[in-house]
């Protein structure tokens, strides 16, 4: 027990107290049992008189320590202990013979606190079990050797700026790794060894604030540092400290200030409304989100002039005018505007500065306008039909600058209307209410300069004119009637009531009033007074086999000045009736279709318009194939000159061709090269064969192509086309003569062709053509 301080040498004595060995059996029971009678020999059974040892950690002793011994009521000198489990042999060893347990290592309670073992008895010689083993625990005592440990070594948190004194920020947590069955071994308790004079700690970690006003604009994060250590004192110098970061969270506390005193602004006068005037600029040192500046005007009185509107980004006053800005009225505005915050926190905010006040200046600059009218719009009346000298109405504007420029008006787009230049307004031609009841139209006016008009200055007003109504317009039937009557309808029957429309307006008091133009027929109009009538029959019994239907001329009339009336004429139609007195036969008049003589015109011109335009295509395209025939004639032609009175010598014959025999007999054409138009001789014209013996040189095939050019040159209504084509030159004469047509009109020939029968049955047909026939002579 050397070197043990008393308080752990009182530990000790405790820990040995309870030690102490306690015979019980192998389950733990307590063994009490003895052989009492001396005079019977009994078998004592035999038992393990313990179950676990203890030892203290980190023991300061000489190694081994001990920690226990093994007992067993067995009383053999032969018996070995022999230990088995967790660390036996080397951890933990036993003396064989006494079965004292002993410790090579100091021990950890905080790596291992408890360790199974089983004991083992045997017999020395014979290792035979001399019991059956037993599992005890050896259970480390612990002792306060570890210090509190902060969880993690950086905590962070946060708290309202402005709190109270008190208010919670934050929780921090050390543990401590002893037992905590010991008193004073894990109880930790904190405290705040930086940072202390702004805020405090408990026994249990939470954070509270040492002071009511912890301003964030002051100092926005806060870094404190808190030590934890157990009940006995014992702190760890790595571990036992941790790290504090509180960031104060913003409330709006802080009013909003003006960054200058003085605002000067200028702005032109055609400013549009809402239109931006100027900035003014504040400056709050709270956080966005908590940044609501309020404007308003303190002096001056331009409140009904401008307004300002604050950002909720950049949290500025933008000026914006509330109606138009007049240079010549008032070329400078001057007043004070104040910046509050209308959700500021008085509480917090007595001591941080009171309302802001700046003076704001605006210069309206002078800029050439456009002319002003006197009325945004205007309204006249003119009545219908009337004198087209006569005014309907004035329109009045004038330059608002100060040069004061004339004015010239005029409308834009009105087949009705006109407007002097000193804006009168009258009509182009009389106006019918009946066609248009309104009229709208737009008048410009102009500054002129040297009765010049000022480009980019004109302004437009709208004016309605309303035309009143005359009675003009006679009634008519309100709708289109084919009253029917039976030929046997008794007197006084009703055949059809009608009424009447007027076109002009129609106002409450209009009444209208029937009549007939004859009262010799057999119906008569009764007026109920009402603007409608009834017909009726007068006498009865129509024939219709005499008249199948009657014309009723009515005439209608109205009350209004000067009074209008018109003669509608009724056609009412006789049928067959029953006797109950319904129709069952009436033969009614195809209805006559209308049509007026415009849509005639129009139906006129439409088949004119398709008639041509027909014309023109059959032309078109009858133009385009005599033009595709003519191109295909041309390329079809090919620049062979044929001799159509020679034959060739057949296959073997490459020579039979000569072209040197054409030549050309048309002298006269050479003699008159420009001939009129009826006496010109074709191109493609017949060309008679030369007189000779048909050896020519080459000197007439080169006059006859000249000649062909010549006349091809001369011709201004041939197709512009280089080529020559000859048909009607033959060549020089050969032995059988021609066999075309051209030049065979005469049947003159002293040809004998009976050599043809000597060529074979080939040619047999040609010998009889041409042969020799029958004189006169032999045929009588």
């Given at each position: 027990m050397a070197g043990?301080?008393?308080?752990?040498?009182?530990?000790?004595?405790?820990?040995?107290?309870?030690?102490?060995l306690v015979p019980t059996s192998a389950h733990g029971e307590d063994f009490t049992k003895t052989a009492v009678n001396s005079n019977i020999n009994k078998r004592i059974k035999r038992e393990w008189i313990w179950n676990k040892m203890h030892i203290i950690e980190e023991h300061n002793g000489t190694l081994p320590h001990h920690v226990g011994r093994i007992t067993s009521t067995i009383r053999n000198p032969n018996a070995k202990y022999v230990?088995?489990?967790?660390?036996?042999?080397?951890?933990?060893?036993?003396?064989?013979?006494?079965?004292?347990?002993?410790?090579?290592?100091?021990?950890?309670?905080?790596?291992?606190?408890?360790?199974?073992?089983?004991?083992?008895?045997l017999d020395r010689f014979t290792n035979k079990s001399l019991e059956q083993p037993s599992v005890f625990r050896i259970i480390v005592y612990d002792i306060n050797d570890n210090a509190p440990v902060f969880v993690q070594k950086v905590f962070n948190g946060?708290?309202?700026?402005?709190?109270?004194?008190?208010?919670?920020?934050?929780?921090?947590?050390?543990?401590?790794?002893?037992?905590?069955?010991?008193?004073?071994?894990?109880?930790?308790?904190?405290?705040?060894?930086?940072?202390n004079q702004y805020f405090k700690i408990d026994d249990t970690g939470t954070i509270y604030t040492a002071v009511p006003d912890l301003d964030r604009e002051k100092t926005p994060v806060y870094t404190i540092v808190v030590e934890a250590v157990d009940g006995h004192g014992l702190h760890s110098e790595e571990s036992g400290t941790a790290t504090v970061r509180i960031s104060l969270t913003d409330i709006n506390d802080n009013f909003p200030t003006f960054r200058k005193k003085n605002f000067h602004f200028e702005v032109p006068e055609n400013t549009r409304l809402d239109g931006e005037v100027g900035r003014l600029e504040v400056e709050d040192i709270d956080e966005p989100q908590n940044r609501n500046t309020k404007y308003s005007f303190v002096q001056g009185p331009y409140q009904d002039t401008f307004r300002i509107e604050p950002n909720p980004f950049t949290n500025e006053g933008i000026i914006r005018p509330k109606k138009p800005l007049d240079f010549e009225k008032v070329s400078s505005y001057k007043f004070d505007v104040e910046a509050t915050d209308a959700d500021i926190n008085?509480?917090?905010?007595?001591t941080k500065g009171s309302k802001?006040?700046?003076?704001?200046?605006?210069?309206?600059?002078?800029?050439?306008?456009?002319?002003?009218?006197?009325?945004?719009?205007?309204?006249?009346?003119?009545?219908?039909?009337?004198?087209?000298?006569?005014?309907?109405?004035?329109?009045?504007?004038?330059?608002?600058?100060?040069?004061?420029?004339?004015?010239?008006?005029?409308?834009l787009r009105s087949n009705y209307f006109k407007i002097s230049t000193t804006g009168y307004i009258s009509a182009l031609k009389p106006l019918d209410r009946e066609e248009s009841a309104w009229h709208n139209i737009t008048v410009a006016a102009n500054e002129l300069e040297q009765d010049r008009i000022?480009?980019?200055?004109?302004?437009?007003?709208?004016?309605?004119?309303?035309?009143?109504?005359?009675?003009?317009?006679?009634?008519?039937f309100a709708d289109v009637y084919?009253?029917?009557?039976?030929?046997?309808?008794?007197?006084?029957?009703?055949?059809?009531?009608?009424?009447?429309?007027?076109?002009?307006?129609?106002?409450?008091?209009?009444?209208?009033?029937?009549?007939?133009?004859?009262?010799?027929?057999?119906?008569?109009?009764?007026?109920?007074?009402?603007?409608?009538?009834?017909?009726?029959?007068?006498?009865?019994?129509?024939?219709?086999?005499?008249?199948?239907?009657?014309?009723?001329?009515?005439i209608i009339s109205d009350n209004g000045s000067p009074q209008q009336s018109s003669t509608n004429t009724l056609s009412i139609h006789v049928c067959k009736c029953n006797e109950e007195g319904d129709f069952t036969f009436c033969e009614e008049p195809a209805k006559q279709m209308g049509v007026s003589v415009q849509a005639l015109l129009a139906i006129l011109i439409c088949i004119l318009t398709i008639i041509v335009i027909m014309v023109l295509i059959v032309m078109r395209k009858r133009h385009r194939k005599d033009l595709n025939i003519l191109r295909k004639n041309v390329t079809d032609i090919h620049e062979q000159l044929v001799a159509y009175d020679e034959e060739g010598g057949g296959e073997m014959d490459t020579t039979s061709y000569d072209v040197s025999v054409l030549n050309s007999v048309r002298q006269t054409s050479m003699?008159?090269?420009?001939?009129?138009?009826?006496?010109?001789?074709?191109?493609?014209?017949?060309?008679?064969?030369?007189?000779?013996?048909?050896?020519?040189?080459?000197?007439?095939?080169?006059?006859?192509?000249?000649?062909?050019?010549?006349?091809?040159?001369?011709?201004?209504?041939?197709?512009?086309?280089?080529?020559?084509?000859?048909?009607?030159?033959?060549?020089?004469?050969s032995i059988a003569e021609s066999l075309s047509s051209l030049g065979s009109g005469s049947s003159d020939s002293d040809i004998d062709y009976d050599f043809l029968n000597d060529w074979g049955p080939r040619f047999k047909m040609l010998a009889e053509l041409y042969g020799l026939e029958p004189s006169e002579d032999l045929l009588y």
């Open positions: 043990l301080s008393s308080t752990e040498m009182a530990r000790c004595c405790l820990l040995l107290l309870s030690l102490t230990l088995e489990g967790e660390g036996a042999g080397t951890l933990f060893r036993v003396e064989d013979s006494t079965g004292d347990v002993s410790a090579n290592e100091r021990l950890d309670r905080e790596k291992k606190a408890e360790y199974h073992l089983k004991a083992h008895i946060s708290v309202l700026e402005m709190s109270p004194l008190g208010t919670s920020v934050t929780k921090v947590t050390a543990v401590d790794a002893d037992d905590p069955t010991i008193l004073g071994n894990t109880r930790v308790s904190y405290k705040v060894i930086q940072g008085y509480a917090y905010s007595r802001s006040i700046a003076s704001v200046t605006i210069k309206v600059l002078d800029v050439d306008e456009p002319p002003v009218f006197s009325k945004p719009f205007y309204i006249f009346e003119v009545q219908e039909e009337s004198d087209i000298k006569k005014v309907i109405g004035s329109v009045s504007a004038h330059d608002p600058d100060r040069a004061k420029r004339k004015i010239r008006y005029h409308i000022v480009p980019n200055l004109e302004t437009h007003v709208p004016v309605y004119i309303k035309v009143t109504d005359i009675n003009d317009n006679a009634p008519e084919n009253p029917r009557v039976c030929e046997n309808a008794a007197p006084g029957k009703t055949v059809i009531m009608i009424s009447a429309v007027d076109k002009d307006e129609m106002s409450p008091g209009v009444k209208f009033k029937f009549s007939l133009v004859s009262e010799e027929s057999n119906f008569t109009l009764i007026d109920n007074h009402d603007s409608t009538a009834n017909v009726t029959v007068k006498y009865g019994q129509f024939n219709r086999e005499l008249v199948k239907t009657h014309y009723l001329p009515i003699r008159s090269p420009r001939m009129t138009m009826e006496n010109r001789p074709c191109v493609y014209s017949r060309v008679q064969k030369p007189p000779g013996n048909g050896i020519s040189g080459t000197g007439e095939m080169g006059i006859m192509i000249e000649m062909k050019k010549d006349e091809a040159d001369n011709d201004g209504d041939l197709l512009p086309y280089d080529t020559l084509h000859i048909y009607g030159y033959e060549g020089a004469e």
